[in-house]
T-cell receptor
Framework: GQQLNQSPQSMFIQEGEDVSMNCTSS?????WLWYKQDPGEGPVLLIA?????ELTSNGRLTAQFGITRKDSFLNISASIPSDVGIYFC????????????FGTGTRLTIIP | DAGVIQSPRHEVTEMGQEVTLRCKPI?????LFWYRQTMMRGLELLIY????????DSGMPEDRFSAKMPNASFSTLKIQPSEPRDSAVYFC??????????FGPGTRLTVL
């Protein structure tokens, strides 16, 4: 099935640094969802985006719905240890489609 | 407000045994999804329900897998007989009317 490409696949950063990751698709998406998964837990929804160009924040997290509708970006400012985990983008790639396509994930590690 | 509830959190069984995983979706959500997650294949959608009716079961691996949703507050995923290759983390998710899926904590299944 269709897959969303996330980059980078992994990141090693120091506490306090800002983080940027993105998600791209060859087809248009009408909704972008960003999830974080901690080890041993289920994915937790961080931010949902519904309109091209939309910029939405949730605390230190900011996500944008790309103007072409084929990409999305997630930024984390001033990273802290609890930001460690795997970040997934996801979206229904057809209008009204209830099934989500998930990205390949970006694994974030914070170096002490 | 309680999120999606799954039980058990961990299950260890022997090959050939029947396994039943349980899910209680968030109250008011009318769509429920079962996923399987492995290192090799990532998150895979197995089946989903709308208003307790199975809509798409194309992701169910084979006849050994079955899922039911007898009412709006309960669903089961059954594997019979189980095999070692079924070992994975199984997630249940329920969906809002605006398309956001909320995941449960998962059931980690190990088939020996």
């Amino acid at each position: 099935g269709q897959q969303l490409n996330q980059s980078p696949q992994s990141m090693f950063i120091q506490e306090g640094e800002d983080v940027s990751m993105n998600c791209t698709s060859s087809s248009i998406f009408n909704t972008w969802l960003w999830y974080k998964q901690d080890p041993g837990e289920g994915p937790v929804l961080l931010i949902a985006l519904y309109k091209a160009g939309e910029l939405t924040s949730n605390g230190r997290l900011t996500a944008q719905f790309g103007i072409t509708r084929k990409d999305s970006f997630l930024n984390i400012s001033a990273s802290i240890p609890s930001d460690v985990g795997i970040y997934f983008c996801a979206g229904p790639n057809n209008f009204g489609n209830e099934k989500l396509t998930f990205g390949t994930g970006t694994r974030l590690t914070i170096i002490p | 407000d309680a999120g999606v509830i799954q039980s058990p959190r961990h299950e260890v069984t022997e090959m050939g045994q029947e396994v039943t995983l349980r899910c209680k979706p968030i109250s008011g959500h009318n769509s429920l999804f079962w996923y399987r997650q492995t290192m090799m294949r990532g998150l895979e959608l197995l089946i989903y329900f709308n208003n307790n009716v199975p809509i798409d079961d194309s992701g169910m691996p084979e006849d050994r897998f079955s899922a039911k949703m007898p009412n709006a507050s309960f669903s089961t995923l059954k594997i019979q007989p189980s095999e070692p290759r079924d070992s994975a983390v199984y997630f249940c998710a329920s969906r809002t009317i605006t398309g956001e899926q909320f995941f449960g904590p998962g059931t980690r299944l190990t088939v020996l």
